[in-house]
């Protein structure tokens, strides 16, 4: 019998080769989306400084990510793995 945890981690790294290969470019919500899972998934809670409040692009992505605060990082890769598939069907 598989360990599920081995078995979402494979599903993960496929949907992290599968995410470069989209039908469609995601949009910037879903983009962020995706950053803030995958970073949760693979580090877990965000503890890097914030960045220059007028680095835009930075500071989403930052926000993204500490909004999942808390999430465990097999949660995070079992969401980034459904937004990988949920894109793939657009």
Known sequence: MSDPASTNNAEFIKAAEDVKNLPNKPSNVELLALYAHFKQGINGD?????????????????????NLKGTT???????YIELVKELQQK
């Open 46 to 66: 965000n503890t890097t400084a914030q960045p220059h409040m007028f680095d835009l692009q930075a500071k989403a992505k930052w926000t993204a990510w500490t």
């Open 73 to 79: 990082k097999e949660a995070a890769q079992a969401k």
